[in-house]
């Protein structure tokens, strides 16, 4: 399975997290995984470890958003933006497999997918925000 079918279903799995309690989870990877038959056990493997590592994170992320969405409290953000919005952050921050860019993009498509209207303009200058700093960052620690 292609990476961006990969991050789709992630984020569908991510965006459970919404809707149920966490000890509810494993089950509903289950389920979740049993409705993708065409699903490799490799990839199986990595959506649930990158769902777990982005779990892992959440607390970290969640600041990150609160502190760039000016006017915007995590809480207030929309389910699917907010979803969108973890991915992202967290494979630009997190996981340097995936290239800042490459994130943004990725995100802004799933929101034309799956957001409303204002979705991608929303993501992209969040993201927009977040890439900035940490490209202010790196250029800093060299």
């Not at 990969?6 to 509810?24: K, P």
């Not at 065409?38 to 470890?49: P, T, V």
């Not at 995590?74 to 996981?95: H, P, Q």
């Amino acid at each position: 399975m292609k990476r961006r079918e990969l991050r789709e279903h992630i984020f569908e799995l991510l965006f459970r997290v919404e809707f149920n309690d966490r000890e509810e989870m494993p089950q509903q990877m289950q389920l979740f995984f049993e409705s993708l038959p065409e699903l490799s056990q490799e990839d199986q493997i990595y959506m649930q470890k990158k769902y777990e590592q982005i779990m892992d994170k959440l607390p970290e992320i969640d600041r990150l958003l609160g502190e760039t969405a000016e006017g915007w409290k995590v809480s207030r953000m929309g389910k699917t933006e907010l979803t969108i919005l973890r991915l992202a952050v967290y494979e630009m921050t997190f996981d340097a497999d995936v290239p800042v860019g490459v994130a943004v993009n990725e995100a802004v498509e799933l929101s034309k997918k799956f957001g409303g209207d204002g979705s991608p303009a929303f993501v992209n200058g969040i993201l927009g925000k977040i890439g900035k700093t940490k490209a202010a960052e790196t250029e800093a620690a060299e």
